[in-house]
Antibody
């Protein structure tokens, strides 16, 4: 059974870097079959796709966040991570990690983590 | 402003059929499969329909999906109180090269 679990600080100061990790069990984070995404949801609002990584190093980011985002894989720890730089209050959201097959076939996010709430405040 | 357009809310009485629309464009729904997610407050989204009209294992058959042109729909037949949740449509946008979501529809069981 595949499970994803987000972890990281729940509070980040403005202008600093938000860092979250998604631990993967039951599947290989290095597999070229799966795409590992980060998706966020501000309180009371809809879902926004942040980006994905697959085959350990190939990434694609939402243009609206691309200048501030890095997604990477730690193969030894069976994790993938999100870094979002220069955060502001607008980055306050629940951050989810999720798995899909190739988005180019429109494959759905079939497995989601439980979500991690991140607040931006000094 | 979401790329995919959904009504903010729909409601129905137990046993009724409700439908949620999702309108997009030729660069997303027009060429990519549509997926639907159900979300209860404080929990992660759960896939209920994939590839326009396919149900994952364990999803009740009262949930059904359809697509025509650049619009898609999620129907819930025999509405139950446990179906009260937010529902999101999603598709890959081949022009923007991103996953796009609808703004979400809150289903209320009266």
């Amino acid at each position: 059974q595949v499970q994803l679990q987000e972890s990281g600080p729940g509070l980040v100061k403005p202008s600093e870097t938000l860092s979250l990790t998604c631990s993967v069990s039951g599947a290989s984070v290095t597999s070229s079959s799966y795409y590992w995404s980060w998706i966020r949801q501000p309180p009371g609002k809809g879902l926004e796709w942040i980006g994905y990584i697959y085959a350990s190093e190939r990434t694609n980011y939402n243009p609206s966040l691309k200048s501030r985002v890095t997604i990477s894989v730690d193969t030894s720890k069976k994790q993938f991570s999100l870094k979002l730089r220069s955060v502001t209050a607008a980055d306050r959201a629940v951050y989810y990690c999720a798995r899909s097959l190739s988005p180019y076939g429109g494959h759905a996010f079939d497995i989601w983590g439980q979500g991690a709430m991140v607040t931006v405040s000094s | 402003q979401s790329v995919l357009t959904q009504p903010p809310s729909v409601s129905g009485t137990p046993g009724q059929r409700v439908t949620i629309s999702c309108s997009g464009s030729s660069s997303n729904i027009g060429i990519s499969p549509v997926n639907w997610y159900q979300q209860f407050p404080g929990t992660a989204p759960k896939l209920v329909i994939y590839s326009d009209d396919q149900r994952p294992s364990g999803v009740p058959d009262r949930f059904s999906g359809s697509k025509s042109g650049t619009s898609a729909s999620l129907a819930i037949s025999g509405l139950q109180s446990e179906d009260e949740a937010d529902y999101y449509c999603a598709a890959w946008d081949d022009s923007l090269n991103v996953w796009v979501f609808g703004g979400g529809t809150k289903v209320t069981v009266l």
